[in-house]
């Protein structure tokens, strides 16, 4: 009879509070988290690039979503029209600080049919995308060094 043998199961240690805080701020900021822990490196670049992107994107008309696709009508979540909108308005999320101002400056948000006009608006609401989700990854890697799992 063969003996099962017990597979010792790596411990997985919680992260600290300060992690998640660093988190946070990394979210609302783009770059904030590593700068926070002295990287300035990765601040530079990570952040760097998630600013550049979001102000590019802006800049060639680029649209950013929110729940609401036409601005005037009340919103119901079972409406195939903005439930259409949630993914690419999760994506925009993702640049924390950069997207709450630009939503209460209204910039980017309203139907401005010379912005639709311009030949590089998907261009930019590509940008404008990707810069959220390049932010959620420069999140994901500020808590990871936080949390001592990365150098």
Do not use: C
């Not at 729940?67 to 909108?85: E, H, K, N, R």
């Amino acid at each position: 009879m063969v003996k099962a043998e017990r597979l010792d199961v790596e411990r997985i240690e919680p992260a600290p509070g300060s992690a998640w805080l660093i988190g946070l701020a990394a979210w609302f900021v783009p770059g904030s988290g590593h700068l926070l822990q002295k990287k300035w490196g990765r601040a530079a670049l990570m952040g760097g690039a998630v600013w550049l992107s979001f102000f590019v994107g802006l800049a060639m008309g680029g649209h950013m979503f929110d729940l609401s696709p036409d601005g005037t009508a009340p919103v119901s979540l079972f409406d195939w029209s903005t439930m259409i909108q949630v993914p690419p308005m999760i994506a925009n999320l993702g640049s924390g600080i950069l997207y709450v101002v630009s939503w209460l400056m209204d910039i980017g948000f309203a139907d401005d049919p010379a912005q639709a006009a311009r030949t590089t608006y998907e261009y930019g609401n590509t940008f404008l995308l990707i810069a959220g989700l390049m932010n959620y990854l420069t999140m994901l890697d500020a808590f990871d060094v936080a949390a001592g799992r990365k150098s």
